[in-house]
């Protein structure tokens, strides 16, 4: 259920036209033919990329092969207008695998930084709060009240400096981000009076 939940995400985050040849080689060579020439214009990842290719391919995998292929497809999308949107994609994907659940320290603690270093998060605000408020027993209230007063800042400002054709959207993302800011904060609290 999982893989036809990514492959439906993924046909509509990358608006791919309707394929209809069952044979998936042929189904990844019609969508790079489409998608190549727009790919580095409208900032959307490549669909040969690792991370694509294992979700399309219908392989069962686990957090380390999921992990592994975040990084590889990061490293090989350095300078690429895509790669935001890209490391978006990739972090939802290891979220979904576990990464809260089995995830290590340093696992985690990568994620957090990856999307510190994103420059908006507006698809992963439930899951970077999430992921920092499982970093208590690692992390420091000084360094977890640090972490997320720049994801706060940096997605505030870049909503409110974004001209929205649809107001409805930047109204439920500040609200989204406010409401975690302020759990956190109420978090934080709970944390120190232990």
């Known amino acids: 259920m999982k893989k036809i939940i990514y492959l439906v995400a993924f046909f509509g985050l990358?608006?791919?036209?309707?394929?209809?040849?069952?044979?998936?080689?042929s189904q990844l060579r019609s969508i790079e033919v489409d998608n190549q020439s727009e790919s580095n214009i409208l900032g959307k990842p490549p669909v040969d990329n690792p991370l694509f290719l294992e979700l399309l391919n219908f392989k069962e995998v686990d957090l380390n092969r999921v992990d592994k292929l975040y990084k590889k497809s990061i490293i090989d999308a350095k300078g690429q207008e895509y790669l935001d949107n890209l490391k978006q994609f990739g972090f939802q994907v290891v979220m979904k695998h576990g990464l809260l659940q089995t995830g290590s320290v340093i696992q985690i603690q990568y994620y957090i930084n990856e999307q510190l270093n994103s420059q908006a998060n507006f698809s992963g605000i439930l899951d970077f709060y999430s992921l920092i408020m499982s970093s208590k027993n690692s992390l420091s209230s000084f360094e977890l009240k640090n972490i997320e007063n720049q994801f706060f800042s940096k997605n505030f400002k870049l909503i409110n400096s974004l001209n929205w054709t649809d107001l409805k959207t930047r109204v439920e993302l500040l609200r989204q981000l406010n409401y975690r800011h302020m759990l956190f904060n109420r978090y934080l609290v709970s944390l120190e009076n232990k």
Do not use: P, V
């Not at 990358?14 to 080689?25: A, G, L, P, Y």
């Open 14 to 25: 990358f608006s791919c036209q309707n394929i209809k040849d069952k044979d998936i080689e």
